[in-house]
């Protein structure tokens, strides 16, 4: 297992991070509840087989499972008796969590009612990572900004992050936090597979430019890219995608990058899943992969791709595959940039 830099700070994470959206109760009535489905007991189980594979990195939200997850890690962690330094927490506000108009969204109120109930939940007096789940259309940005700054300068939180922006609306949230002194994002958690590279486009550019940490949220597209779909594995109805079909993807795309996957699999004596989570732990600016599980066999699939070292020939098989068409002015930019690229300077003679 290797440890990245968190963002710009001096922290370090484990380049898989644990997910707890399957932990509480299964519900058909509910996108979290369709997902959901894991007891206490196989809680504890999950987070300290994944300790003891080295991950320290643990991500939920207060919305999945309507705050069980939360409950269900907090008392895992206290079960399993992990130190509270040696676990980086991660969670997020900004979902629906009651019937009253300011249950929800990245107000203040919400913020600050929110933070409280997770700790309660979670057991801890810190959050080491809060992250705004979505983007907030009412509420101003300095305002959810100086709350988080708020939580900061108290100690309940120690950094903040944000997850499903667009690239301005995150340079501009950078922007106002230089600008006024706020503790700034130092993460962006988004949705990244061989299956959907949008995210190449501006976000990456944009973290690199500004040192910003990368959480991947669904790898595998949702199960789509888990081997058990496409070319070779027939759809047998199985699995998360039978019930909730998310995140959108381009099937034909998606069974073409199956293909190749299965190719490099079969070389390597792997399976498609752990293809998939090895070809993006091999970009530079990924710095960790959430992996989910309802059962220890899905855990040990995932946990296997920090073993999986592909080769230059594999990744370029699979990048060639799953090559996002250059967007304007994507496609402007290296074409007129190309004699400002770093090099020697020759004068004219």
């Not at 994470?13 to 509910?30: D, I, K, Q, R, Y």
Request: aromatic letters at 8%.
């Amino acid at each position: 297992m290797r440890y990245n830099q968190l963002g710009n700070t001096g922290m370090f994470v484990s380049e898989l991070c644990l997910g707890t959206m399957t932990f509480g109760e299964a519900n058909p009535n509910s996108n979290w509840g369709a997902i959901a489905d894991v007891d206490q007991a196989t809680a504890d189980k999950i987070v300290e087989n994944s300790l003891a594979a080295g991950i320290n990195f643990i991500d939920t939200a207060d919305v999945y499972s309507f705050g069980n997850s939360e409950k269900l890690l907090g008392q895992a962690l206290k079960n399993v008796g992990v130190a509270r330094k040696d676990v980086v927490i991660a969670t997020k506000v900004y979902g629906v969590m009651g019937d009253k108009p300011n249950d929800r969204g990245a107000s203040r109120g919400h913020i600050m009612d929110s933070v409280q109930a997770s700790l309660e939940r979670l057991q801890t007096d810190h959050i080491d990572l809060y992250q705004i789940h979505a983007t907030d259309s009412v509420t101003p940005i300095d305002e959810t900004l100086r709350a988080l700054d708020d939580l900061v300068s108290r100690g309940l939180v120690r950094y903040v992050g944000v997850s499903n922006w667009q690239a301005w609306r995150i340079a501009k949230a950078l922007g106002i936090s230089e600008r006024r002194g706020f503790a700034r994002f130092e993460t962006v958690q988004a949705y990244y597979s061989i299956a959907g590279r949008d995210l190449e486009r501006e976000i990456v550019p944009l973290m690199a430019e500004e040192k910003l940490g990368l959480m991947v949220w669904s790898p595998l597209a949702g199960g789509l890219l888990s081997g058990k779909f496409g070319p070779g594995a027939p759809d047998k109805g199985e699995g998360r995608r039978a019930g909730f079909d998310f995140p959108p993807v381009d099937k034909d795309r998606a069974w073409a990058c199956v293909g190749a996957m299965r190719e490099v699999a079969e070389k390597h004596g792997a399976s498609v899943a752990t293809v998939a989570l090895a070809w993006i732990l091999a970009k530079p600016f990924v710095t960790s992969i959430i992996i989910g599980a309802k059962r220890l066999d899905q855990l040990d699939q995932n946990l296997a791709a920090v073993k999986l070292k592909l080769d230059a020939e594999d990744l370029a098989k699979l990048d060639e595959v799953s090559a996002i068409a250059v967007e304007y002015p994507g496609w402007m930019i290296p074409r007129q940039g190309a004699a400002r690229r770093p090099q020697p300077f020759e004068p004219m003679s």
